[in-house]
C-alpha cells in the first residue's frame, strides 16, 4: 500500500483509525467510528462480566 513515513498523508483529520503494518509497509487503514470499540477478547469478556453477564464456553455447563 504505502510506507509508513507516507501515513500522515492518508489519515483523517478527526478521529481513530486502526493500522496495520507488514514489513515497514501500511497495509490497512479502517477508521474507527463513534458507535465502536477496539479491545481484546480477553478485556471485552472482563467488561461483560463486570457488566453481570456470565461468560460459558459453549457446551460447558456453569459450575
Known amino acids: 500500500m504505502f510506507k509508513k513515513t507516507e501515513i500522515?498523508?492518508?489519515l483523517?483529520?478527526?478521529g481513530r483509525v486502526l493500522i496495520t503494518c507488514?514489513?515497514?509497509n501500511v497495509m490497512a487503514l479502517r477508521n474507527v467510528y463513534d458507535d465502536e470499540h477496539v479491545a481484546s477478547?480477553?478485556?471485552l469478556l472482563e467488561l461483560a462480566e463486570q457488566a453481570g453477564c456470565i461468560v460459558v464456553q459453549k457446551g460447558k455447563q456453569r459450575v
Do not use: A, C, Q, Y
Open 22 to 24: 507488514k514489513n515497514g
Open 12 to 14: 483523517p483529520d478527526n
Open 8 to 10: 500522515g498523508e492518508h
Open 41 to 43: 477478547l480477553k478485556s
